[in-house]
């Protein structure tokens, strides 16, 4: 097991909070978001490994090295306590590290992010898999796109979507299916009632795979939660929404 020493930005000043991407992004995930929080907070965005400008050394990694690696972020900006958001895979990296790192943890945000997944909900999942390894990146993507954005954002903000897709396509193949690998595999359910910090809950209504149904179900396990269905969006609601994302996150660490 190996640490490796991401790339990161540190902008703003005041509570920190630490913001991870998801499967094929980068730190820049949260460029609509953090603007409207830097001026009440210290934000910490940070590419995961093989993403954007982190290097990669063994592209098999798995969820416990990807925790590894905030942590090392964490202990380079010299930051002793956080929120910790994560969107996606990146909602499945922030309650892990609060999981094994509870002490330097203020809340946890999980945003667009899944658990208790039925049988035919992980069937959807390890079909992308499937066809990324024998279709390729660039012909799955075109399913992938439908399920990440709304048909209006599509059709009125060609360029952000071109964007989203070109960082994918620009994500080494390999990385690429490995963390989709973890995103499939991870099951949150027997351990989340094992964090103890606020929880903040965030999904689209229309997201076909991190569901309200399986939002509200996560919410359930933790003792000091909140649940926040964003109307009308998606899986990338990041880029969709911003101003409801900034507007309930801002809610949640203001009610603490």
């Known amino acids: 097991m190996s640490i490796i020493d991401c790339n990161y930005s540190l902008t703003g000043s005041g509570p920190a909070i630490f913001f991870t991407h ?7 995930a949260w460029r609509f978001i953090v603007p409207k929080l830097k001026d009440k907070f210290t934000v910490v965005t940070y590419d995961l490994r093989g993403h954007g400008k982190s290097p990669v050394s063994n592209k098999d990694f798995n969820l416990d090295d990807l925790v590894l690696d905030l942590e090392r972020v964490r202990e380079r900006t010299g930051i002793e306590k956080a929120h910790f958001m994560g969107h996606s895979l990146g909602g499945m990296i922030a309650p892990a590290y609060a999981r094994k790192f509870p002490d330097r943890v203020n809340s946890v945000g999980l945003l667009s992010t899944v658990a208790g997944r ?5 069937q959807k999942v390890w079909n992308v898999i499937s066809d990324l390894k024998n279709k390729g990146v660039e012909q799955t993507l075109k399913n992938l796109t439908t399920r990440w954005f709304t048909d209006d954002f599509i059709e ?20 690429f299916i490995n963390v989709f690998k973890i995103y499939a595999e991870t099951e949150m359910i027997p351990w989340l009632k094992e964090i103890k910090k606020p929880c903040l809950f965030m999904t689209g209504e229309n997201d076909g795979g ?4 399986h939002n509200e179900r996560m919410s359930n396990e933790i003792e000091i939660s909140k649940l926040v269905i964003i109307p009308k969006v998606k899986h990338s609601f990041l880029i969709e ?7 309930n996150l801002l809610e949640f660490i203001e009610s603490l």
């Open 118 to 122: 039925s049988d035919e909900d992980k």
């Open 241 to 247: 929404a911003p101003e409801q994302i900034t507007k």
């Open 22 to 28: 998801g499967v094929g992004g980068a730190e820049d």
């Open 210 to 213: 991190c569901t309200p149904f």
């Open 156 to 175: 009125k903000n060609p360029d952000l979507v071109s964007r989203r897709l070109k960082q994918v396509i620009d994500t080494d193949k390999d990385v």
